[in-house]
């Protein structure tokens, strides 16, 4: 399974960030599978946001629930996270992932 993360480049506080995860090598509904957003800050360590499941269940953190959204696309094979209100603390490079298996990441950089 390969996992590519969108590019959302630079944005802005209070705004929406919206990242995709495009799979390839394997189903998102495979039995099983529980797709997550995981994030690393700049000299942190990492934090899972969430998940989707095989089923379209969803799972997040507590401390990211508020804002925090992830949705699928079947007919694409792809993984949707939505991070409402971001603020400059939600700088990071953002990865999903399947178990141990990671993309390359994106950076996303929230800055006015």
């Known amino acids: 399974v390969q996992l590519q993360e969108s590019d959302p480049g630079l944005v802005k506080p209070s705004q929406v960030l919206s990242l995709t995860c495009t799979v390839s090598?394997?189903?998102?509904?495979?039995?099983?599978?529980?797709w997550s957003w995981i994030r690393q800050p700049p000299g942190k360590g990492l934090e899972w946001m969430g998940a989707i499941g095989y089923s379209g269940n969803t799972q997040y953190s507590p401390s990211l629930k508020s804002r925090t959204s992830i949705s699928r696309d079947t007919s694409k094979n792809q993984v949707t996270l939505q991070l409402s209100s971001v603020t400059p603390e939600d700088t990071a490079v953002y990865y999903c992932?399947?178990?141990?298996?990671r993309g390359r990441g994106t950076q996303v950089t929230v800055s006015s």
């Open positions: 090598g394997g189903s998102i509904t495979t039995n099983n599978y529980y």
């Open positions: 992932a399947l178990g141990a298996t």
